[in-house]
């Protein structure tokens, strides 16, 4: 395992209301360090927080209090404009929903990323053809969301989060929507992009069965990390 | 980037073709009625102004008319109105070099041309040489009246070729009359004239109808008319400014010398008036003007009703699509982004409503011109107006919606069913 962190987590703590007497605080300090190349599970149950959590390391949402460094920056102190590109250059998203842009074909949602981030034309389409038939969709790329299955169109979205070659994928229940043999074969396809181009992959689910693929468990309850396990069975916490 | 916004513009207008209709509707029918009524207030102007040219600029008239137009006029008064040979003589020599001619013209009469059956209806009238600089008469055969026969008052006489095609038919060459005699019956006297020149019928900008009953001017030099109706009866006058005079200008000038010079007669019955044609074409651009401003202010009203209903629909198609721009700012798209995807939206909507406004409003525009007669002159302007205006209701009316979706809170939005 390198030891160059990728995510560094400090303190983080996220409350809502805040200044209201029903001030509600959601994370009570979270510290997770997330190193590149790693295959990462968060497990907890719906309410335990893990969301919240997931909103602040993809950038969609801030902090209360605590410091959150994304490969060297601090996410903490970049100004409110910059979050949207920081989010293009570093983060890439599965939904359990896919949210895949209606109306508009597997390529053209693949290149999205793409083309926020100015890439030119030519050169977007070219590398959301590869993404394409590296998930094994090269046949349908011109196909539109509603003429695809779940799980095409969750094989779409992960071609789609890969676009901009981002540092770390965030996987939000990517197999939620799906039975379990299509859940099987996006899950297969995040172990491939592990294991073969050392993506980091944080993955959460609210699935023990799920997290135990992966070779690091970080068990999410109430707003606290209270378990964090490799997956040979020796804790951490 | 602009190229990527208008296509995915494109994709939501289709997928939606009613809504979009219905939200054009208001945009189509707006730049539709500009378009239609610029091109009918178009057509009417030029027509007038070229008919009013057609009179020629340098002209002015010259009336006099009773102060008190309800005032019976005894046979007296009507000689004391009349304007005299003798004052319009000493006139032309005052303003000598501001004038190029005074056109006087007498009134004999309408009256008839009947051969072979046929009849050709004429109006004759008495013309000193000024008319022909005050009136475009187009000599096609022959000659003019030489100053001999304005002298002599001989009974020469210039006819159209449209009298003589009444006449003779349209395979009859007119020069064919020159020098011959005719006959008009005007009220069962028999005027005999011999032709000397033939002039070009110009229809008449609003000409429609059958050329059968057509009435053509049938001139005779002044005085061979006055010595017909045995009066020397001053029909209209018509002084023609020398070029480059201000014929405003010396139409007041010429009032006041005519004032002075008939006060005896005029009395305090009559006053003179001289009204140039630039001062009337003046007046009709003024008034064309105002009823283009007031109609444009109408259809103003109509735009801006049609922009609200592109807000409405826009924040319709924003709220349906929150979880499009939820994902989309995930994905990395920043404000700047979201908003101009949903202006060009808005703009694309007004353009094409636009569009369709002015093909319809120019053929709506050139079949009513056509029904009322005149000749159809489409303004260009009124269309690059209609399009930079819906282009500017789009971005005027799309603005709000677009903000609100810019900076809608990506987490919310995601969530959003």
């Not at chain 1, 394409?132 to 299955?149: F, I, K, N, Q, Y």
């Not at chain 1, 069965?209 to 707003?223: H, V």
């Not at chain 2, 008190?68 to 070099?97: C, G, I, T, Y």
Request: glycine content about 10%; proline content about 2%; charged content about 20%.
């Amino acid at each position: 395992m390198s030891n160059d962190i990728l995510l560094q987590a400090r303190g983080i703590k996220k409350s809502y209301y805040v200044g209201t007497p029903n001030e509600l605080e959601i994370l009570h300090g979270i510290d997770l360090d997330i190193r590149k190349g790693e295959f990462v599970s968060i497990v907890g149950q719906s309410g335990s927080g893990k969301s919240t959590l997931m909103n602040i390391l993809g950038i969609l949402d801030r902090q209360t209090a605590g410091q959150y460094i994304l490969d060297g920056v601090d996410i903490s102190k970049a100004p409110n404009k910059s979050l949207s590109y920081l989010r293009n250059k570093h983060i890439g998203f599965v939904f359990q929903t896919y949210n895949l842009i209606a109306r508009t074909d597997a390529i053209a949602n693949v290149e999205m990323p793409m083309l926020y981030a100015g890439v030119p034309e030519k050169k977007r389409r070219q590398r959301a053809i590869e993404l394409l038939e590296m998930v094994g969709m090269g046949e349908r790329m011109h196909h539109t969301p509603d003429e695809l299955s779940g799980g095409q169109k969750q094989r779409v979205a992960i071609a789609r989060a890969m676009a901009n070659n981002p540092d770390i994928i965030l996987a939000d229940e990517p197999t939620g929507a799906l039975d379990s043999k299509t859940g099987r074969l996006v899950m297969d396809i995040f172990h491939e992009l592990h294991e073969k181009q050392g993506k980091t992959i944080v993955l959460i689910t609210h699935s023990n069965e799920l997290a135990a693929e992966t070779p690091r468990i970080i068990t999410i309850s109430d707003g606290n990390i209270v378990s964090e396990k490799t997956n040979g069975g020796k804790g951490v916490a | 980037m602009i190229k990527e916004n208008c296509k995915l513009a494109i994709i939501s207008i289709k997928a939606n073709k009613m809504r979009a209709f219905l939200t054009m509707l208001g945009i189509i029918i707006g730049v539709c009625a500009v378009i239609a009524i610029m091109t009918v207030g178009n057509s009417m102007t030029a027509d007038v102004q070229k008919q009013l040219e057609g009179f020629g600029v340098q002209n002015i008239s010259i009336y006099v008319n009773p102060i008190d137009w309800n005032a019976e006029l005894s046979d007296a008064d009507m000689q004391n109105m009349q304007l005299k040979p003798e004052v319009l003589h000493r006139l032309s020599q005052k303003f000598e070099k501001k004038i190029s001619g005074i056109s006087v013209e007498a009134n004999v009469d309408g009256g008839k041309v009947i051969r072979d059956g046929k009849t050709a209806n004429v109006n004759v009238l008495g013309t000193s040489a000024g008319y022909y600089k005050a009136n475009k008469v187009k000599l096609i055969n022959g000659n003019s009246f030489n100053s001999y026969d304005y002298q002599q008052g001989n009974n020469v006489a210039i006819i159209s070729d449209k009298f003589v095609e009444q006449l003779y038919g349209k395979e009859f060459a007119p020069e064919n009359l020159l020098g011959k005699e005719i006959e008009i019956n005007v009220w069962e006297q028999y005027l005999n004239v011999t032709v000397v020149g033939i002039y070009h019928y110009e229809e008449s900008g609003s000409g429609r109808g059958g050329n059968k009953n057509i009435t053509t001017n049938v001139y005779l030099p002044l005085k061979a008319a006055w010595n017909f109706t045995h009066n020397e009866e001053i029909y209209e006058c018509t002084v023609v400014a020398a070029e480059g005079e201000n014929a405003t200008e010396l139409s007041e000038e010429i009032k006041n010398y005519l004032t002075d010079a008939m006060a005896n007669s005029l009395g305090d019955k009559f006053v003179v008036g001289a009204y140039s044609n630039q001062s009337m074409i003046e007046e009709n651009t003024k008034t064309m003007n105002q009823m283009t401003m007031a109609i444009s202010m109408i259809a103003a009203i109509a735009l801006i009703v049609g922009g609200i209903g592109v807000m409405n629909i826009m924040t319709v198609s924003i709220t349906e699509r929150t979880r499009e721009i939820g994902t989309r700012k995930a994905l990395g798209a920043p404000d700047s982004m979201i908003m101009l995807q949903f202006i060009s939206e808005a703009i694309i909507i007004c353009l094409i409503g636009g569009i369709i406004g002015i093909v319809l409003g120019l053929i709506l525009g050139n079949v009513a011109v056509h029904f009322m007669g005149y000749n159809p002159h489409v303004s260009i302007a009124s269309i690059y107006m209609s399009v930079g205006f819906s282009m500017a209701i789009g971005v005027f009316f799309g603005y709000s919606p677009a903000k609100h979706a810019a900076k809608m809170n990506p987490i919310d939005a995601l969530r959003y069913e």
